[in-house]
């Protein structure tokens, strides 16, 4: 079974720094899926970032980005700028990917303050 | 233009009712999903069905039946509810396999259920 560890249960940073928010995952399967989703105190699950295992790349979505470390188990987010908007939950995901859709797998998540 | 939306988004009922959440997607994709979100915040999979067809029931109380009466709907039902129902359930959907983006999970707003 796959696991998901976000081992920073808070975090604060302050507007227009840079934050990281660590992620490590456990798995044996070698097909799969990352994902950083956020949830602001509206509640809704807002799609960050994802990031295929088989492309070595980091993926980058305009001041959010990841540092994938495969052999490492480790998927970081890392926010540029911060802005008050980022202050949410983040949470790490892991997708196995078995000739179809399979459920996420989440972390237990990052409360993230951006503090003015 | 919501992608996908639950209805209700706030649930309040006694224990021991019964009560149904409801679940559509108008982005045409072929698997749709229920998570739970526990007091901690704490996400996972309950179910996933697949052009209406089940294919993922994690270990859930009988008491929860989900229900597909077409691909852009998935709706639960809940049975004989206790207060450790308590909780928000979020329904998700994305596209089958074989096709671009299809790892991506969408979610819905969430519904709020308290039991008293």
């Known amino acids: 079974a796959q696991t998901v560890t976000q081992s920073q249960p808070e975090m604060s940073v302050q507007e227009a720094e840079t934050v990281t928010l660590s992620c490590t995952y456990d798995t044996s399967e070698n097909n799969y899926y990352l994902f950083w989703y956020k949830q602001p105190p509206s509640r809704q699950m807002i799609l960050v970032i994802r990031q295929e295992a088989y492309k070595q790349q980091n993926a980058t979505e305009n001041r959010f980005s990841v540092n994938f470390q495969k052999a490492a188990k480790s998927f970081s987010l890392k926010i540029s700028d911060s802005q008050l908007g980022d202050t949410a939950m983040y949470f790490c995901a892991f997708m196995f990917w078995n000739s179809g859709n399979t459920p996420l797998v989440f972390g237990k998540g990052t409360r993230l303050s951006v503090i003015a | 233009d919501t992608a996908v939306s639950q209805t209700p988004k706030y649930l309040v009922t006694q224990m021991g009712n019964d009560k149904s959440i409801k679940c559509e997607q108008n982005l045409g994709h072929d698997t749709m999903y229920w998570y739970k979100q526990d007091s901690k915040k704490f996400l996972k999979i309950m179910f996933s069905y697949n052009n209406k067809e089940l294919i993922i029931n994690e270990t859930v109380p009988n008491r929860f039946s989900p229900k597909s009466p077409d691909k852009a709907h998935l709706n639960l039902h809940i049975n004989s509810l206790e207060l450790g129902d308590s909780a928000v359930y979020f329904c998700?959907?994305?596209?089958?396999?074989?096709?671009?983006?299809?790892?991506?999970?969408?979610f819905g707003p969430g519904t709020r259920l308290t039991v008293l």
């Open positions: 998700a959907s994305s596209q089958g396999p074989d096709r671009e983006y299809s790892d991506t999970q969408y």
